[in-house]
């Protein structure tokens, strides 16, 4: 029924509502209104009692999780932040996308799926780590052993 770019266009803002609706279901649905045998380890409380309770790395202020202040934290955002960048301006359907739109929205689009793959990126690492550290800290220790956890 549609041709052409403007089905380009419908193909992207439906793929990209999708990865958000999802992103979103999964944050909801852990975090916010987990299943019941799941609210021990998934709650805020959880994940603040794993933050305060667990021991840190030695970059981070007095070897604490509760922290913005590390060494390897700072590392971690600006490799994202450049990685996040690097992958939006290099994707093809991307820059088709840019192509074919007016410049000023162009260079506007371009930082803000920069800065949003950056936030998809950080809310799935936030998650998924809290929830091991607090799995690891009602098992009294790790749930993986060092060699698990660098197999992946």
């Not at 770019?5 to 649905?29: D, E, H, K």
């Not at 790395?57 to 913005?68: I, M, Q």
């Not at 803000?112 to 998924?128: D, K, R, S």
Request: charged share 10%.
């Amino acid at each position: 029924m549609i041709s052409g770019l403007r089905t380009r266009f419908y193909i992207s803002y439906i793929n990209t509502a999708l990865t958000f609706i999802s992103l979103s279901v999964y944050v909801l649905y852990s975090v916010y209104y987990p299943l019941e045998e799941n609210k021990a380890h998934t709650s805020f409380q959880a994940f603040y009692n794993a933050a305060v309770c667990v021991e840190g790395l030695d970059g981070n202020s007095n070897n604490s999780l509760a922290t913005f202040r590390s060494k390897s934290g700072i590392v971690l955002g600006v490799v994202l932040l450049f990685m996040t960048t690097s992958i939006v301006f290099t994707d093809q359907a991307n820059w088709q996308s840019r192509i074919a739109a007016k410049p000023s929205q162009g260079v506007v689009g371009f930082f803000l799926a920069a800065y949003i793959w950056f936030l998809v990126e950080t809310v799935l690492a936030i998650t998924t780590s809290m929830t091991y550290l607090s799995l690891s800290l009602t098992n009294s220790t790790h749930v993986l052993s060092a060699i698990e956890s660098d197999n992946g």
